[in-house]
């Protein structure tokens, strides 16, 4: 009984203690909210934006822009602000404004069920009475004491302060954009009339706004999610019996026009807002308005100049010729992914052109810009840019017949019989001739024998984003079908450019806080997504001048001169679009003209967006290494890789001959002397290759793919026209023999006489090579090499000679060997041990 109640007393005493600390803490938090003073208001007049963020070039000297240098505020009362602009903010920022106490507890509850959960998400719903202390008063911490001085403050000030009051504060101070500050500066910069004045859609797209001030600007690239946020806003409005029907409606229909955007303080103004656009989606929009950061960018800001003022000359050239008002311009280190240059427009300022839309980052169709992704696919499967498809009308739409009629109970509206550029056909083509040429029904052709989602895949993989739904496009696709920015574009053609290599774009090279300390920083984030030698196999055939010329002419605006530089031009249907997207190893360029409207132009691709890229590209090239491509593997097995797949279009049977001795070629005939064969059976390539396995057998019925006849019946049409243009090989053609001119008993004999094995050389003593030979055939050439590293080639007439000292990996012992060739190329080698002093 004693020890029970020895425990009753322990538990009271424990409970009595923390009831007192409870106590003590709460009287603390009471005395601590209770000193929380409302500031003082009436100072918002003098108020600076502080912690203004800056953006500066590559070199971290050039300032860009200055988020905030110039910041435009100017407060009004609410009486003068009008009642649209009010009711639009309420309805979609605090429907329930003046029915709180300055914050809403279910909003409350919400945010820390979710920090408790750990959901990751950010809970929104704060009041108009939290946005303003957050915005106004208090730091930019993010902290649970912070929190609670919010809710406390908000607290305060709306049992001090007259709601309509707190609304003119709020007012006042909402973000719309860059430097534009409360809503009365945001009215005269956007509509150039004053707050009161607005009409419903006009307040209705201000309250938009502050949202997210970068995204949403009337000036930026998102103008539909302007325009759907407003109509939000208006829906919001009625809902709340702020507006009847009838306003709604009419404010849905009415047509808003934004004034022209200022030229004020600011550098390379489409990349500046390209940035960002990026900063706030990243860091948020408070860190981006009030973070004090400075960015260093990745712009080339004389790169920028001078690019800046070609778009522009080019652009107003076009305009007069070819009826094409407006450029973009995007250039990008291939070997890091910066971007050095970006040009949304030949004006940002220019509202004829729209020209603050940054072309640059929008969705445009590529026309046959869009070829490499397809060839490359198809390299990568074992095609070859000897691969010879025909030019010839082909309907693809397995619906309607080879000629291009609808089958009985069809629609004629699907058939899809694709043309080339100039209506013309030209027959058997390799496929580097129809890469450089730009032939569509070739790239149609191969992009169904690449296969539709391997091919977008390839795009996918080397940064194409847009192009989701291989469904929606089909195989016109291949010549255009689809929509991609210029930007993805020059950053996938870098890929080409830097040997398979990806280096996603980026604009930053170091982001720093206020403090100094280090936010993000560039580095390499390379990602291997085509074989080196499918990427340097596009190189070679883009950068092929000759290859291009039955196009474009000799020396045209795609070549620069003394240069290496790979390229491939795109127009789209009526004109709408000209690209033209050229490389070297060390910087990769693409320009897009038109149209922001789609007007049609009356020319394309190279007439076009030619004339800015050579300019531009030239430019760079002076500042820029010099550095040529590697040149790809094309030596292809005939073992592994069949005929038809390396040019032989007549068949796909086939046998080697020696061209010397005009029989069966044996294993001595030498490659040189070796001549293949085909038997000449002309077929479709879907007769030779099976699509799903390339490299592998023929297929056994080739007539079970849906397109066999589309392609075969042209071809067999075109055959029966053109034969006698062509020799004719038959199987009675293969040789009964085999080549007896190059075997063992056939090969030189050679021998060294010097240097020999029985003296040691001075290693700074001149040794000349005699050697002795005979057989059948005179001696033509002799290769030389001297501890397995090739020192040269001569023929017997003349003397070959070396000094020891000079050689690499010099021994006491070497090995001296030597290859010695005859006249049909018969070969033979010897070797010997010769020693050097040391």
């Known amino acids: 009984m004693n020890k029970l109640f020895k425990n009753n007393r322990f538990w009271k005493n424990m409970i009595m203690f923390w009831a007192g600390i409870f106590i003590l803490m709460i009287s603390i938090i009471i005395i601590w909210l209770s000193s929380l003073k409302i500031p003082d208001f009436n100072s918002f007049n003098d108020r600076k934006i502080e912690n203004s963020i800056k953006i500066y070039d590559r070199t971290g000297k050039i300032l860009l822009y200055d988020i905030h240098r110039n910041t435009k505020r100017t407060d009004i009362s609410s009486e003068t602000m009008g009642i649209n602009i009010k009711n639009a903010t309420v309805a979609i920022e605090d429907s329930e404004f003046y029915n709180h106490g300055g914050i809403r507890i279910t909003s409350i509850v919400r945010a820390i069920l979710a920090n408790f959960f750990g959901t990751g998400r950010t809970q929104g719903g704060s009041t108009i009475t939290q946005q303003l202390v957050k915005n106004a008063l208090l730091t930019q911490e993010k902290s649970y004491t912070r929190k609670i001085k919010e809710w406390v403050l908000s607290i305060k000030i709306d049992n001090s302060i007259p709601k309509e009051k707190i609304l003119e504060y709020y007012l006042n101070e909402a973000p ?68 009847t029907k009838e306003e709604y409606d009419k404010a ?70 070819w009826n094409g008002k407006n450029a973009s311009l995007v250039a990008i280190d291939p070997k890091t992914g910066q971007i050095l240059t970006m040009i949304g427009s030949r004006d940002y300022f220019d509202k004829e052109i729209d020209g603050n839309f940054n072309v640059a980052t929008a969705s445009r169709q590529p026309g046959s810009s869009f070829k490499p992704f397809i060839y490359a696919t198809a390299f990568n499967k074992g095609f070859t840019p000897s691969t010879v498809l025909f030019d010839l009308p082909t309907e693809f739409q397995t619906t309607c017949d080879a000629y291009g009629e609808a089958l009985p109970g069809r629609n004629q509206k699907d058939c899809y019989m694709p043309s080339n550029y100039d209506d013309k056909f030209r027959g058997p083509m390799t496929l580097r001739d129809a890469l450089a040429q730009s032939i569509n029904i070739v790239a149609v052709k191969l992009f169904y024998l690449a296969g539709l989602s391997s091919s977008l895949k390839t795009a996918e993989d080397m940064g194409i984003s847009t192009l989701s739904d291989i469904n929606r496009y089909g195989l016109t696709l291949v010549i255009g079908g689809g929509e991609v920015s210029l930007l993805d574009m020059t950053s996938a053609y870098g890929i080409f450019a830097n040997d398979g290599i990806r280096n996603p774009y980026t604009g930053i ?38 290859a291009r010329v039955p196009t474009f002419g000799t020396h045209s605006v795609l070549f620069i001169p003394g240069k290496d530089v790979a390229v491939k031009t795109g127009t789209t249907n009526n004109n709408k679009d000209a690209w033209t997207i050229g490389y070297t190893p060390s910087i990769v360029v693409g320009v897009w003209a038109g149209n922001n409207d789609n007007i049609p132009m009356k020319k394309g691709g190279a007439a076009v967006a030619g004339p800015i890229w050579n300019k531009f590209i030239s430019e760079a090239l002076k500042i820029t290494p010099s550095e040529n491509f590697e040149k790809p593997n094309l030596d292809f097995d005939p073992k592994i890789v069949k005929p038809a797949l390396r040019g032989f279009w007549q068949g796909n049977e086939n046998f080697f001959i020696d061209k010397i001795s005009g029989k069966l070629a044996s294993p001595n005939t030498p490659k040189e002397t070796m001549e293949e064969k085909v038997v000449t059976s002309v077929h479709s390539i879907l007769y030779w290759v099976d699509k799903n396995n390339i490299l592998g057998a023929p297929p056994d019925n080739p007539s079970n793919d849906p397109q066999f006849n589309h392609f075969e019946i042209p071809i067999q049409n075109w055959w029966a026209q053109n034969s006698g243009k062509y020799n004719i090989t038959t199987i009675s053609d293969r040789p009964t023999m085999v080549d007896d001119v190059h075997i063992d008993l056939s090969k030189p004999i050679i021998s060294i006489v010097e240097p020999n094995n029985f003296i040691s050389y001075p290693v700074n003593q001149k040794i000349n090579i005699k050697i002795s ?44 060997k030597i290859i010695a060739y005859d006249s049909i190329y018969n070969n033979s080698d010897t070797s010997l041990t010769f020693k050097v002093q040391r």
């Open 252 to 321: 849905k229909k009415e047509v808003v026009i934004f004034i022209p955007q200022e030229t004020t303080g600011i550098k390379a103004p489409h990349f500046v807002f390209f940035i960002k656009d990026y900063l706030e989606k990243k860091y948020g929009n408070e860190t981006v308005e009030k973070g004090g950061l400075k960015i260093t960018s990745t712009l080339y800001y004389d790169l920028q100049k001078k690019g800046e003022e070609i778009v522009k000359e080019g652009a107003l050239q076009n305009e007069k010729d």
């Open 773 to 816: 030979s005979s057989g059948i055939y005179p001696i033509i050439k002799i290769d030389v090499f001297v501890n397995d590293t090739y020192l040269g080639t001569y023929n017997p007439a003349t003397v070959f000679s070396f000094i020891p000292r000079e050689l690499e990996d010099l021994k006491t012992e070497n090995e001296l």
């Open 176 to 243: 719309y954009g860059g430097n534009i500050y409360g809503t009365e500066e945001a009215s005269k910069t956007y509509f150039n009339k004053n707050a009161l004045d607005l009409t419903l859609a006009e307040a209705a797209y201000l309250a938009s706004i502050p949202q997210s001030p970068t995204t949403l600007s009337p000036y930026g690239k998102n103008k539909a999610k302007l325009e759907t946020r407003k109509n939000v806003v208006l829906g919001r409005m009625l809902e709340l019996n702020f507006i």
């Open 509 to 546: 090279l170091k982001i720093e806080n206020g403090s100094g300390k280090i936010l993000e920083e560039f580095s390499p984030n390379t990602q291997e997504v085509l074989f080196k030698n499918t990427a340097l196999t596009i190189s070679d055939i883009l950068s092929d001048e000759k």
